[in-house]
RNA sequence: GCGGGCGUGGCGUAGUGGUUAACGCGUCUGGUUGUGGCCCAGAAGAUCGAGGGUUCGAAUCCCUCCGCUCGCCCCA
């Protein structure tokens, strides 16, 4: 007799009704930026084949190797469900041969990813992002201008809090060089530096630099910045991306330390967080410049750069600030009915008024007037139709306002639409 | 993967060893003939996260597990 209950697999909320209105806002939000921009929207499946992702993510980082879901299907194919959005548009790009569209070709997309990832506040194992992508430009222009879609959606959604965090990583082949200078910097204090940091050390030597361990603060502070050592051709990208970023009156800091968790960057890197927010997971937005991906994945070199926004988080953050939604909608009129009679009738006049664009739902014929007119009045209607036998009789219907103080009159059902958009404008 | 906090009706809480687990919100039904909001009355709804243990007696104490949550790691 005991039956366990389901609930959802872990880190994968509901979005319940009352969420609904931020998902608006932000769809919305979406919409008219990419639309401003000239972006267009692309939609890749959720799952791809898995070595789409080991081979451009990176089958060495994190969210490739520990947090990617995969799965073989009963075919035998080797699947992944979806950690990130950049190699699955470039794939598609590379499908459908987008490289003889007009470059570049911007695409945007909003779908869920999944990360099997412990989840807490603002990370989940299934969640949304907004992903934009500029293919098939090395302009740094472009860097400018992606990033722009984001500083202009979060405006528009009221959260002007924000930092935009800058930097460039360099070039594949410069970088290495500085990866050499930065180990023998730390070489000296390995092991004095924190566990993480030592692993690191190896295995990702960059992020020695984004360490938030007390024991490494005092060697990041000395430690070579990549930044300053950027190759002349990435030094110019740089200066432009930052001129360019002025010109558009959009603020930003300089973050030497900003490292990406991604193999395939490269130049640009930026990421928008909330700002004194000392959290790790704090980011809302964050992308770069991939100019050797599509190659990587069999395509000719295409310089592309692109972002992904979490909606999930961008939500928290309007929530954290006070930034109300606008409201849940509701429906404009309610139909009361009483009667098997008179049910059909019911049913025909909701359906005139959907007709006529009018929002309608139909209360239940069990429940008295009474109860009736009650859920009228929690769900929001600002009109309801009353129908009984009588007015089936004289072939109307009562028209009661619910939110002004007027009285119901009474209208021919032939009328209907005309008395009850009267009574809305009321 | 590591560490902290918390699990009592749908939601928010009270109850910290002793009769049928309490309250608010919400839901449902009524308050004469067919009319919402306010008010009043009543009802439904909880195996107190699960299993085991201690005890005459456990929501309350102990153990294990599960779940949620916050932080770290990582990332959006």
């Not at 470039?90 to 499908?95: G, S």
């Not at 299934?126 to 984001?150: K, N, R, Y």
């Amino acid at each position: 007799m005991t039956t366990t209950r389901f609930q959802a697999p872990r880190g994968t909320p509901d979005v319940l009704p009352e969420m609904q209105p931020y998902w608006d806002a932000v769809l919305r939000g979406i919409s008219e930026v990419t639309d401003l921009f000239g972006f267009q929207r692309i939609d890749t499946p959720v799952f791809e084949a898995a070595g789409l992702f080991e081979k451009g993510t990176g089958d060495t980082t994190d969210v490739v190797e520990k947090e990617m879901y995969v799965f073989e299907d009963r075919g035998g194919d080797l699947l992944a469900l979806a950690p990130e959005a950049t190699p699955a548009i470039v794939r598609a790009y590379l499908e459908h041969g987008m490289g003889s569209w007009p470059q570049p070709v911007r695409l945007f997309t909003v779908k869920p990813m999944f990360r099997y990832d412990r989840p807490q506040k603002g990370r989940y194992r299934q969640f949304t992002q907004f992903d934009c992508e500029v293919l098939g430009s090395s302009d740094p222009l472009v860097d400018a201008e992606v990033i722009q879609i984001a500083w202009l959606l979060y405006a528009n959604l009221g959260l002007n809090n924000l930092e935009l965090r800058l930097s460039s990583i360099d070039d594949i082949d410069p970088r290495q060089t500085y990866v050499e200078r930065l180990k023998e910097y730390f070489r000296p204090h390995l092991s004095k530096l924190s566990e993480d940091s030592q692993r690191r050390f190896e295995r990702n030597p960059l992020r020695l630099l984004d360490s938030k361990d007390e024991r490494d603060l005092p060697f990041k502070e000395n430690a070579p910045k990549l930044i300053d050592a950027l190759s002349p051709e990435a030094q110019d990208h740089h200066e432009l991306v930052t001129a360019a970023l002025t010109a558009a009156g959009i603020p930003f800091t300089i973050d030497p330390l900003l490292v990406r968790g991604l193999d395939y960057y490269n130049r640009t890197v930026f990421e928008i967080v909330p700002q004194e927010d000392t959290r790790a997971q704090g980011s809302v937005m964050a992308g770069g410049r991939y100019d050797g991906l599509v190659e990587l994945l069999g395509g000719p070199s295409t310089p592309s750069t692109g972002f992904a926004a979490g909606i999930e988080r961008s939500i928290l953050e309007m929530q954290k600030n006070e930034v109300s939604p606008p409201f849940a909608k509701q429906v404009a009129v309610y139909v009361v009915h009483r009667g098997d009679s008179v049910a059909v009738h019911a049913m025909t006049l909701a359906t005139t008024l959907r007709q006529a664009g009018i929002a309608a739902q139909i209360g239940e014929s069990g429940r008295s007037f009474k109860a009736q007119l009650r859920r009228a009045d929690s769900s929001g209607a600002r009109v309801a139709l009353i129908l009984g036998e009588d007015e089936i009789a004289r072939g109307a219907a009562m028209v009661k306002p619910l939110r002004v103080d007027s009285e119901q009159v009474e209208a021919p059902i032939s009328g209907i639409v005309d008395a009850v958009r009267k009574a809305l404008a009321e």
